[in-house]
């Protein structure tokens, strides 16, 4: 036992030496207690504590168990936020006293929350006051243009952070402030404001509930065909065969169902949210020829009938507006183009929107609005001087005053459902093309655009534009034929002779009898044909000895007629009339046509083709050819009463002198006979009797300038032309077949006439118009739409003005710019493809090339283009000519880019695609290009190229023309072959210069591939200059550690694929960026001439002067602007400014010196000294090249009518003021309304600059000159 002890007691000893711890700390370690046994009580209390008590926290070591997580990355733009960005400040003057003055000014912060029309392009701003409701003013910005991406995103995003504001800062929300979506869900309000319920909604029946639980089953009835993924097309096509229903792209029943006003409906996703189209088609072609049969079902509730049947193109246009889409209508002179307007006003007042009407010229704006208030009851006007009910559902504007309201950002915009753009055609005009295309390009979004013109050629490359610049789908729907066709007619020997059939046939037959009848040919014809017969009845009386006579008449029409059939007049006659005047060209005097319009109109009595419309190209001529008629009477006694009382109940609006004026009386005396003239030297009311007496068909004879057929919806039986030739203010011109038709369109009343008759009149000439220039001029296709666009002062400071706005933007979606950017989805597809190439072309990893190998290439590359432009250099001096001397041995890039030589056979090269002839070396077989054909032709490189072929039948020889600029260098080494031989193809030539060839194309490091030594020969500045340069390039690249590299060749060829693949990125890049748009160099230039003159900053922030010239559309901005501001007007009197004003109006030619007081001649040679320092200020930065080019105001009769304007401001009679002028009464009317105009604008800019002195003086300048004939309102109102 004690053993036992003593051996467990060593075993704890040896044990305890071992432990890291000393055995007296285990004895003060406590040992814990042995656990308590519960019991069951406690067991069941601790468990329903645990398991059955809920608790507020949810346990850790089951959250961790339970909880499921997601990987989301990190977004650090939530770790910080930015205040949004304080919006500009504004300038407020500072008044004193009652008239206003203004003493100082200060700086005022616009608060960021507010948006207003003073700092915000969004829609959902703030309505302005209510004055400016219809016509904007000038401190207001527009509304965002549709189409721009960029500005669309910030628009979006501004309305977003505005309804937010909205709905976070009102303590209780306005449901009246809600917008109302019509197409949405719920869009319409429920509940009344003010009541505490809607409508009760009537129960339905149970036979209802069925029904629709029947509807539930069907749908939830499952299909018998298996449902796969890979059978999924199959089962549509067979569930499409079975039901024999379309297929539905979308899944929700919501979608199909029909929308109440789809006009109104979201037609795409937000600008934020939207995507890139890329290269879509946004212009559709309607096939008018293909009759829709189901247009009741397609449109069953007209928003407007007619009592007549629509022709397809007004169907398909009806129903693109009934979708909400815009249209272009491209239809034939009287074809119903109005209707298609017509249905837009309407559809526009059901929808309780408003439709806006736009026309080219004041006096269509004004018929316009006689014909839809006869048709509707809400239609307005607003014009220069006139506005009527503005708050009208249709509103009718010339599209200078649209352009102003977008510019001048008015209220009534947001309004605007439908834009109709009539006479669209009209933006070819060089002064006024412009405005539609800005009018286009500033539209907001969600306004519908109609298009409305006569046939173009190129209808589809125009809607295109629109479609792109809108982003929104544009249908094109064009007529096929006229409904009345045309029949065309040369006047000649008092008949007509039909040239064109109703089916555009041209008669060459018709042709030719005309022009026997005006050479007098017909004549000798029948003479002939006289003699001839009673030669053969001599003969068969057997006394036919005598038939000399006869043999002469033959033999003079061989010396005078047929020889010059088909070629001009007979050499006995002037060419023209010019025997009998003096001027050729077919050109007479009104003495001389006098008897020609009698016998024509006779005719056309006679021939019940009355009544007629005459086009005369001079406004003298109108007048002289209806006093030919002083002797004919073409109306009955009903018809002399009617005009008669329709002229005194017009007139009556005349003060009684007024209606005492020699033009009044004249045309009284016309219109009596049936007989009337218009163009624009009449006065505006009596242009308006005229119109309307035509319109009545009271007017049997019309003697009119081509401005009638500008719009005017006045169409008569027969159109007649008084040449075919007009002076376009620089010289005498054909018609264009555009302008042709628009005028020979008047002919033909659809419902009246089967076939409307164009006579072509040639006074004066001894024969007929040349054929072909007759039809190309008939037949040819009408002028191209072609953009006008440029850059107008007014333009730019009212875009600059508007930080959101980028004037780049304006020009890039330009009628200019179309094709351009037609091809930016194309330049884009490009770029990533190019990219993706970038990608795959990796050098491989090198130590020695990756030191230099990019500089020594791009070294390589300045090189090589050194050389080019060296060897061009070279060919235009003699010396330099002669080292492209014959068997001269030449190094160049061969077919596929492979380095060969050749010997170079003529003497310098040609002039046409400056190439040289070689006889070429050629690979047998051909090689492709190498690695080391990349490489430049430098001395240290040359070992590195691929050798020419070393044995006769790899060899081959051709001789060929090569590029100049494939030539990579002259050598040193002639070889001395038979050249002539060689040229000849001979085969003993051909032989010997391969032999000789072969000898030399041993290795390229031979002494006979040197270069020419041309610092030796070249002496010319220019040259050495370039050798210099090249020599050094050569340098940089022969430095280079890379040329070591015994892969060089291959790792120089794939560096140079990877620059040559950036380069085609970038040039791409530089085509789609804003330094390629054509305008972009005249815009700077005018920047340059605003910066100088004080109009902009240097940041090109708008200066006062800027605002001021804002306000200025009706007459030079720039220079009235200076007047106004170094204050020239405020020592004048108001006759005398609204005298010296005129200057800025009249433009027309004035024989007549006008008489001026000292202080108007003072203010004469003002306003020139101004123009000529702005004309200058244009000269020196190139806006023009010289003052010819320039608004002048010394060259040109700009200050004619300044005694005339200062004496109607004075008070005198208009019948006076006749007196002191030869120009025409309507032309003093037109500019007196114009000077209105231009006075209204002087006046806002007083009210800019705070000048309360001059706004008093341009208010009384406008009371001055508005009165008697000058205010008379237009009969069409």
Same mark, same amino acid.
């Given at each position: 036992?004690?053993?036992?002890?003593?051996?467990?007691?060593?075993?704890?000893?040896?044990?305890?030496?071992?432990?890291?711890?000393?055995?007296?700390?285990?004895?003060?370690?406590?040992?814990?207690?042995?656990?308590?046994?519960?019991?069951?009580?406690?067991?069941?209390?601790?468990?329903?504590?645990?398991?059955?008590?809920?608790?507020?926290?949810?346990?850790?070591?089951?959250?961790?168990?339970?909880?499921?997580?997601?990987?989301?990355?990190?977004?650090?733009?939530?770790?910080?936020?930015?205040? &949004?960005?304080?919006?500009?400040? /504004? $300038?407020? @003057?500072?008044? =004193? +006293?009652?008239?206003?003055? %203004?003493?100082?000014?200060?700086?005022?912060?616009?608060?960021?929350?507010?948006?207003?029309?003073?700092?915000?392009?969004?829609?959902?701003?703030?309505?302005?006051?209510?004055?400016?409701?219809?016509?904007?003013?000038?401190?207001?910005?527009?509304?965002?243009?549709?189409?721009?991406?960029?500005?669309?995103?910030?628009?979006?995003?501004?309305?977003?952070?505005?309804?937010?504001?909205?709905?976070?800062?009102?303590?209780? &929300?306005?449901?009246?402030?809600? /917008? $109302?979506? @019509?197409?949405? =869900? +719920?869009?319409?309000?429920? %509940?009344?404001?003010?009541?505490?319920?809607?409508?009760?909604?009537?129960?339905?029946?149970?036979?209802?509930?069925?029904?629709?639980?029947?509807?539930?089953?069907?749908?939830?009835?499952?299909?018998?065909?298996?449902?796969?993924?890979?059978?999924?097309?199959?089962?549509?096509?067979?569930?499409?065969?079975?039901?024999?229903?379309?297929?539905?792209?979308?899944?929700?029943?919501?979608?199909?169902?029909?929308?109440?006003? &789809?006009?109104?409906?979201?037609?795409?996703?937000?600008?934020?949210?939207?995507?890139?189209?890329?290269?879509?088609?946004?212009?559709?072609?309607?096939?008018?020829?293909?009759?829709?049969?189901?247009?009741?079902?397609?449109?069953?509730?007209?928003?407007?009938?007619?009592?007549?049947?629509?022709?397809?193109?007004?169907?398909?246009?009806?129903?693109?507006?009934?979708?909400?889409?815009?249209?272009?209508?491209?239809?034939?002179?009287?074809?119903?183009?109005?209707?298609?307007?017509?249905?837009?006003?309407?559809?526009?007042?059901?929808?309780?929107?408003?439709?806006?009407?736009?026309?080219?010229?004041?006096?269509?704006?004004?018929?316009?609005?006689?014909?839809?208030?006869?048709?509707?009851?809400?239609?307005?006007?607003?014009?220069?001087?006139?506005?009527?009910?503005?708050?009208?559902?249709?509103?009718?504007?010339?599209?200078?005053?649209?352009?102003?309201?977008?510019?001048?950002?008015?209220?009534?915009?947001?309004?605007?459902?439908?834009?109709?753009?009539?006479?669209?055609?009209?933006?070819?005009?060089?002064?006024?093309?412009?405005?539609?295309?800005?009018?286009?390009?500033?539209?907001?979004?969600?306004?519908?655009?109609?298009?409305?013109?006569?046939?173009?050629?190129?209808?589809?490359?125009?809607?295109?534009?629109?479609?792109?610049?809108?982003?929104?789908?544009?249908?094109?729907?064009?007529?096929?034929?006229?409904?009345?066709?045309?029949?065309?007619?040369?006047?000649?020997?008092?008949?007509?002779?039909?040239?064109?059939?109703?089916?555009?046939?041209?008669?060459?037959?018709?042709?030719?009898?005309?022009?026997?009848?005006?050479?007098?040919?017909?004549?000798?014809?029948?003479?002939?044909?006289?003699?001839?017969?009673?030669?053969?009845?001599?003969?068969?009386?057997?006394?036919?000895?005598?038939?000399?006579?006869?043999?002469?008449?033959?033999?003079?029409?061989?010396?005078?007629?047929?020889?010059?059939?088909?070629?001009?007049?007979?050499?006995?006659?002037?060419?023209?009339?010019?025997?009998?005047?003096?001027?050729?060209?077919?050109?007479?005097?009104?003495?001389?046509?006098?008897?020609?319009?009698?016998?024509?109109?006779?005719?056309?009595?006679?021939?019940?083709?009355?009544?007629?419309?005459?086009?005369?190209?001079?406004?003298?001529?109108?007048?002289?050819?209806?006093?030919?008629?002083?002797?004919?009477?073409?109306?009955?006694?009903?018809?002399?009463?009617?005009?008669?009382?329709?002229?005194?109940?017009?007139?009556?609006?005349?003060?009684?002198?007024?209606?005492?004026?020699?033009?009044?009386?004249?045309?009284?005396?016309?219109?009596?006979?049936?007989?009337?003239?218009?163009?624009?030297?009449?006065?505006?009311?009596?242009?308006?009797?005229?119109?309307?007496?035509?319109?009545?068909?009271?007017?049997?004879?019309?003697?009119?300038?081509?401005?009638?057929?500008?719009?005017?919806?006045?169409?008569?039986?027969?159109?007649?032309?008084?040449?075919?030739?007009?002076?376009?203010?620089?010289?005498?011109?054909?018609?264009?077949?555009?302008?042709?038709?628009?005028?020979?369109?008047?002919?033909?009343?659809?419902?009246?006439?089967?076939?409307?008759?164009?006579?072509?009149?040639?006074?004066?000439?001894?024969?007929?118009?040349?054929?072909?220039?007759?039809?190309?001029?008939?037949?040819?296709?009408?002028?191209?739409?072609?953009?006008?666009?440029?850059?107008?002062?007014?333009?730019?400071?009212?875009?600059?003005?508007?930080?959101?706005?980028?004037?780049?933007?304006?020009?890039?979606?330009?009628?200019?710019?179309?094709?351009?950017?037609?091809?930016?989805?194309?330049?884009?597809?490009?770029?990533?493809?190019?990219?993706?190439?970038?990608?795959?072309?990796?050098?491989?990893?090198?130590?020695?090339?990756?030191?230099?190998?990019?500089?020594?290439?791009?070294?390589?590359?300045?090189?090589?283009?050194?050389?080019?432009?060296?060897?061009?250099?070279?060919?235009?001096?003699?010396?330099?000519?002669?080292?492209?001397?014959?068997?001269?041995?030449?190094?160049?890039?061969?077919?596929?880019?492979?380095?060969?030589?050749?010997?170079?056979?003529?003497?310098?090269?040609?002039?046409?695609?400056?190439?040289?002839?070689?006889?070429?070396?050629?690979?047998?077989?051909?090689?492709?290009?190498?690695?080391?054909?990349?490489?430049?032709?430098?001395?240290?490189?040359?070992?590195?190229?691929?050798?020419?072929?070393?044995?006769?039948?790899?060899?081959?020889?051709?001789?060929?023309?090569?590029?100049?600029?494939?030539?990579?260098?002259?050598?040193?080494?002639?070889?001395?072959?038979?050249?002539?031989?060689?040229?000849?193809?001979?085969?003993?030539?051909?032989?010997?210069?391969?032999?000789?060839?072969?000898?030399?194309?041993?290795?390229?490091?031979?002494?006979?591939?040197?270069?020419?030594?041309?610092?030796?020969?070249?002496?010319?500045?220019?040259?050495?200059?370039?050798?210099?340069?090249?020599?050094?390039?050569?340098?940089?690249?022969?430095?280079?550690?890379?040329?070591?590299?015994?892969?060089?060749?291959?790792?120089?060829?794939?560096?140079?694929?990877?620059?040559?693949?950036?380069?085609?990125?970038?040039?791409?890049?530089?085509?789609?960026?804003?330094?390629?748009?054509?305008?972009?160099?005249?815009?700077?230039?005018?920047?340059?001439?605003?910066?100088?003159?004080?109009?902009?900053?240097?940041?090109?922030?708008?200066?006062?002067?800027?605002?001021?010239?804002?306000?200025?559309?009706?007459?030079?901005?720039?220079?009235?602007?200076?007047?106004?501001?170094?204050?020239?007007?405020?020592?004048?009197?108001?006759?005398?400014?609204?005298?010296?004003?005129?200057?800025?109006?009249?433009?027309?030619?004035?024989?007549?010196?006008?008489?001026?007081?000292?202080?108007?001649?003072?203010?004469?040679?003002?306003?020139?000294?101004?123009?000529?320092?702005?004309?200058?200020?244009?000269?020196?930065?190139?806006?023009?090249?010289?003052?010819?080019?320039?608004?002048?105001?010394?060259?040109?009769?700009?200050?004619?009518?300044?005694?005339?304007?200062?004496?109607?401001?004075?008070?005198?009679?208009?019948?006076?003021?006749?007196?002191?002028?030869?120009?025409?009464?309507?032309?003093?009317?037109?500019?007196?309304?114009?000077?209105?105009?231009?006075?209204?604008?002087?006046?806002?800019?007083?009210?800019?600059?705070?000048?309360?002195?001059?706004?008093?003086?341009?208010?009384?300048?406008?009371?001055?000159?508005?009165?008697?004939?000058?205010?008379?309102?237009?009969?069409?109102?």
């Amino acid at each position: 036992m004690s053993d036992y002890l003593l051996k467990r007691l060593e075993d704890l000893t040896l044990k305890a030496s071992t432990l890291d711890v000393d055995v007296d700390d285990i004895l003060d370690h406590e040992v814990p207690r042995k656990r308590i046994r519960k019991s069951p009580d406690e067991i069941k209390a601790d468990l329903q504590n645990r398991f059955l008590t809920p608790s507020t926290e949810f346990s850790p070591e089951w959250l961790d168990k339970l909880q499921q997580r997601w990987d989301s990355p990190t977004n650090y733009n939530e770790l910080f936020t930015l205040a &949004p960005p304080q919006t500009r400040t /504004i $300038i407020r @003057f500072v008044r =004193e +006293g009652l008239d206003g003055r %203004v003493t100082g000014y200060k700086e005022v912060t616009v608060p960021a929350n507010s948006a207003t029309a003073k700092n915000s392009t969004s829609l959902l701003r703030k309505p302005a006051n209510r004055a400016d409701f219809v016509r904007g003013a000038a401190g207001f910005y527009p509304f965002t243009p549709g189409g721009l991406d960029a500005l669309e995103a910030t628009a979006a995003y501004e309305d977003e952070i505005l309804a937010q504001e909205k709905f976070t800062n009102s303590e209780k &929300p306005n449901k009246l402030d809600r /917008i $109302i979506n @019509f197409a949405a =869900e +719920g869009g319409l309000l429920e %509940v009344a404001p003010g009541f505490t319920r809607g409508l009760r909604s009537i129960e339905k029946s149970n036979q209802d509930e069925e029904a629709a639980k029947d509807v539930e089953r069907v749908l939830e009835e499952q299909s018998d065909v298996p449902d796969t993924a890979n059978d999924e097309g199959d089962i549509g096509a067979v569930n499409d065969a079975i039901s024999g229903e379309p297929e539905y792209e979308s899944e929700d029943i919501d979608d199909l169902l029909p929308v109440e006003f &789809p006009a109104l409906a979201p037609h795409r996703p937000l600008a934020l949210a939207k995507n890139k189209h890329g290269g879509r088609e946004w212009a559709h072609m309607v096939d008018v020829n293909r009759d829709i049969t189901n247009f009741r079902e397609l449109v069953p509730e007209m928003a407007r009938t007619w009592p007549f049947e629509l022709d397809t193109f007004q169907k398909e246009a009806v129903y693109h507006l009934e979708n909400g889409d815009s249209v272009f209508v491209a239809a034939h002179t009287s074809a119903g183009k109005t209707v298609v307007a017509e249905y837009a006003i309407a559809l526009a007042s059901k929808h309780m929107t408003k439709a806006i009407y736009t026309s080219p010229i004041k006096a269509l704006s004004n018929q316009k609005f006689r014909d839809f208030r006869n048709t509707f009851d809400d239609v307005g006007i607003l014009t220069g001087d006139v506005q009527i009910r503005p708050e009208a559902s249709c509103l009718i504007m010339t599209t200078e005053i649209l352009r102003s309201m977008l510019y001048r950002g008015a209220d009534l915009i947001r309004d605007v459902e439908f834009v109709i753009f009539d006479e669209v055609h009209y933006v070819n005009d060089m002064e006024r093309g412009v405005v539609w295309e800005e009018v286009i390009i500033m539209l907001p979004e969600h306004v519908t655009l109609i298009c409305l013109s006569a046939t173009v050629p190129n209808t589809y490359e125009f809607a295109s534009w629109v479609g792109r610049t809108k982003k929104k789908d544009i249908y094109v729907i064009s007529t096929p034929k006229r409904p009345v066709p045309l029949e065309h007619y040369l006047w000649a020997d008092k008949k007509m002779f039909q040239i064109v059939d109703a089916n555009k046939n041209f008669i060459e037959k018709g042709w030719k009898d005309a022009n026997d009848a005006m050479t007098g040919r017909d004549k000798q014809i029948a003479a002939e044909q006289k003699a001839k017969e009673k030669e053969d009845a001599t003969v068969a009386t057997g006394r036919g000895g005598r038939g000399g006579r006869g043999q002469n008449v033959r033999g003079g029409n061989q010396r005078g007629g047929s020889q010059h059939r088909g070629h001009g007049q007979p050499a006995n006659r002037g060419q023209g009339n010019i025997a009998r005047t003096g001027r050729g060209g077919g050109r007479t005097t009104a003495a001389q046509d006098r008897n020609l319009w009698v016998h024509l109109v006779q005719h056309l009595r006679k021939e019940d083709l009355l009544p007629c419309c005459i086009f005369v190209f001079s406004k003298k001529r109108c007048e002289e050819n209806a006093d030919a008629l002083s002797n004919l009477d073409f109306v009955t006694a009903s018809e002399k009463s009617a005009v008669h009382m329709i002229l005194e109940k017009s007139l009556a609006r005349l003060k009684p002198d007024d209606r005492q004026l020699p033009q009044i009386r004249r045309i009284r005396e016309l219109l009596s006979r049936g007989i009337a003239v218009h163009h624009g030297g009449l006065l505006p009311i009596v242009k308006e009797c005229v119109e309307i007496l035509f319109a009545k068909t009271l007017v049997k004879v019309l003697f009119a300038t081509e401005t009638f057929a500008m719009g005017l919806n006045l169409p008569t039986r027969t159109v007649v032309f008084s040449g075919f030739r007009k002076f376009d203010n620089k010289n005498f011109r054909d018609l264009t077949p555009g302008e042709y038709t628009q005028m020979a369109g008047r002919a033909g009343r659809r419902g009246l006439d089967k076939v409307g008759h164009v006579i072509i009149v040639t006074p004066g000439a001894d024969e007929a118009p040349p054929a072909g220039r007759l039809r190309h001029m008939i037949l040819g296709d009408p002028t191209k739409l072609r953009s006008q666009f440029r850059l107008t002062y007014n333009m730019i400071l009212n875009l600059l003005r508007v930080e959101a706005l980028k004037i780049e933007e304006m020009i890039k979606r330009s009628f200019s710019e179309n094709a351009t950017q037609a091809l930016l989805p194309e330049h884009e597809k490009q770029i990533k493809i190019s990219e993706a190439d970038l990608q795959k072309v990796q050098r491989e990893a090198c130590q020695t090339c990756d030191q230099d190998i990019d500089l020594c290439h791009e070294a390589s590359v300045e090189y090589m283009r050194l050389t080019e432009q060296l060897h061009f250099a070279m060919l235009s001096t003699p010396v330099g000519r002669r080292m492209f001397q014959p068997k001269r041995l030449i190094v160049f890039r061969g077919e596929n880019n492979v380095r060969t030589a050749g010997i170079l056979l003529r003497e310098g090269a040609r002039k046409s695609g400056a190439s040289v002839q070689v006889l070429e070396i050629q690979y047998k077989p051909r090689r492709q290009r190498q690695g080391a054909d990349f490489l430049p032709y430098l001395t240290c490189l040359r070992r590195h190229f691929v050798p020419l072929p070393q044995m006769e039948k790899e060899m081959e020889l051709r001789l060929t023309m090569i590029q100049l600029s494939d030539v990579e260098a002259l050598t040193d080494t002639h070889i001395q072959v038979d050249v002539n031989g060689i040229l000849l193809k001979d085969k003993d030539a051909m032989a010997q210069a391969k032999r000789d060839l072969l000898a030399t194309a041993v290795s390229w490091t031979s002494s006979c591939w040197d270069e020419l030594d041309y610092h030796k020969y070249l002496k010319v500045m220019n040259i050495r200059t370039l050798l210099d340069e090249r020599a050094k390039a050569a340098s940089i690249a022969e430095e280079r550690a890379c040329i070591n590299c015994p892969d060089f060749a291959k790792h120089f060829a794939m560096t140079h694929d990877i620059w040559v693949i950036k380069e085609n990125i970038q040039s791409i890049r530089q085509l789609m960026s804003d330094q390629n748009l054509q305008l972009l160099p005249d815009y700077q230039q005018r920047i340059s001439v605003l910066k100088d003159l004080g109009f902009v900053d240097e940041n090109s922030r708008v200066e006062l002067k800027g605002k001021v010239a804002c306000e200025i559309h009706s007459a030079d901005e720039i220079v009235l602007t200076e007047l106004i501001l170094e204050n020239v007007l405020a020592d004048y009197e108001p006759e005398e400014i609204v005298a010296l004003l005129s200057s800025f109006v009249f433009q027309e030619k004035t024989e007549s010196t006008p008489n001026m007081t000292p202080a108007l001649e003072h203010g004469r040679d003002t306003i020139i000294k101004i123009s000529e320092k702005v004309n200058d200020c244009q000269t020196l930065h190139q806006v023009i090249l010289s003052s010819d080019d320039s608004n002048d105001f010394v060259s040109r009769p700009r200050f004619g009518l300044v005694e005339v304007v200062y004496e109607w401001a004075r008070g005198m009679p208009f019948s006076r003021i006749t007196e002191l002028t030869d120009v025409l009464e309507g032309t003093i009317v037109r500019v007196v309304t114009r000077l209105d105009e231009t006075c209204r604008e002087v006046k806002n800019a007083a009210r800019i600059i705070g000048d309360p002195t001059l706004f008093a003086k341009m208010q009384t300048c406008q009371e001055l000159i508005k009165r008697d004939i000058c205010a008379t309102a237009s009969l069409y109102m």
